[in-house]
């Protein structure tokens, strides 16, 4: 008998250690990253899914609030072969399922080999393997969250001031913070939205750059910011990451689809097919633009399979990023987008160097 069960969508019934009480279900993913654990797990991006750390040893340099990317921990569970038990005391006030002492391993080769499956949880004194089966039962797919973006969004309209004389308006799908410090440490000052704003609330701040944040679940799912998109593309400059990308990719006729298991890691290498350099990018996606439409040019793809990393648009003025150029965790290469963002608004930002060594 355990107390930690996880029911795989391939009928597999793992045990595990329990570390966090709990039963809950979502869809595996896991990240290869080997830092960054508070960073991945208060990324929005993440709700209702679980998390699987594939580097063994989760909290090994401890828990700091400054690290977070929202105001909580997102994904439904969090499994590890080991967490420390200041990552436990975190999870457990956060009433995040967690486990550990399990082959992560083999159960990254799964969803490799599988794809990214549903998962039900069971963790307590008491549990059984029937209990993990029931929460996979009610387990729906990521798609099927069609109004996830409210569960993540801002409730009210939030500005940060910048020094500079550029105004983003920032549309909050699941915004990471660090996305919002990359533009204000520019100089810009950033007026976050909630996903679901519509014209007027765009139109009210006047903006010189419309900002389409990443974000959890289907990007067809986020039918009041494709109609953002479509309202101002040409007369607003537009800018976009992972969620954003998709979005604006599918508003401007552009398609998106789902992958296999995704990018969720900080090695991911992109190739700038202008330059033919490349970066080492942050990425945590599962959905792509399969087709950017006739619109948008791919200016930039990801070496290992070719996906689009990157889209513009000269006539429209749109610059997007599937990636994550913000790091929070890993490489700075990329912070150089939010420079080309700033430069596309034809505003001048702070006298912010940009701490990346190279920009994309
Ligand atoms: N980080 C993100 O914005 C993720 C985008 C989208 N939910 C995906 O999984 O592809």
């Given at each position: 008998m355990s107390d930690a069960y996880l029911a795989?969508?391939?009928?597999?019934?793992?045990?595990?250690?329990?570390?966090?009480?709990?039963?809950?279900?979502?869809e595996l993913v896991f990240t290869t990253a080997y830092t960054g654990y508070e960073e991945s797990l208060t990324d929005p991006s993440y709700e209702e899914q679980v998390l699987t750390f594939s580097y063994p040893l989760i909290g090994n340099y401890g828990v700091r609030a400054e690290r977070f990317e929202s105001d909580r921990v997102h994904p439904r569970a969090a499994v590890a072969r080991e967490f420390t038990e200041e990552v436990v005391e975190w999870l457990a006030d956060e009433g995040v399922p967690a486990v550990d002492h399990l082959d992560t391993r083999d159960l990254v080769t799964s969803i490799r080999e599988e794809g990214a499956m549903k998962v039900g949880i069971a963790v307590g004194e008491d549990v059984t393997p029937e209990d993990a089966k029931e929460e996979l039962a009610q387990c729906k797919g990521m798609s099927e969250h069609v109004d996830i973006g409210a569960q993540v969004t801002t409730t009210e309209l939030t500005t940060f001031e910048g020094d500079g004389d550029t105004t983003v308006a920032l549309v909050d799908c699941g915004a990471k913070g660090s996305i919002v410090d990359s533009l204000v440490d520019r100089g810009a000052t950033v007026h976050v939205l909630p996903y679901d704003a519509d014209a007027e609330d765009v139109s009210a701040l006047d903006p010189d750059v419309l900002f389409i944040s990443n974000g959890p679940g289907d990007p067809e799912n986020y039918t009041a910011t494709h109609d953002l998109v479509e309202e101002f593309a040409g007369e607003v400059p537009l800018a976009g990451i992972c969620l954003g990308q998709q979005i604006v990719a599918s508003a401007?006729?552009?398609?998106t689809e789902k992958m296999a298991f995704g990018h969720h890691g900080v090695n991911q290498p992109v190739r700038d097919l202008q330059t033919g350099k490349v970066v080492m990018t942050t990425q945590n996606h599962g959905y792509t633009v399969a087709d950017p439409g006739d619109k948008l040019d791919v200016t930039q793809v990801n070496v290992n399979d070719d996906t689009a990393e990157g889209l513009a648009s000269e006539e429209l003025s749109v610059i997007t990023r599937q990636y994550h150029p913000e790091a929070h965790p890993g490489p700075h290469d990329s912070l150089g987008f939010f420079d080309d963002v700033l430069a596309m608004a034809g505003t001048e930002g702070n006298e912010h160097k940009p701490r990346a060594v190279a920009s994309d």
């Open positions: 795989l969508e391939d009928g597999r019934v793992v045990e595990a250690r329990g570390r966090v009480p709990g039963r809950t279900r979502g401007l006729g552009g398609t």
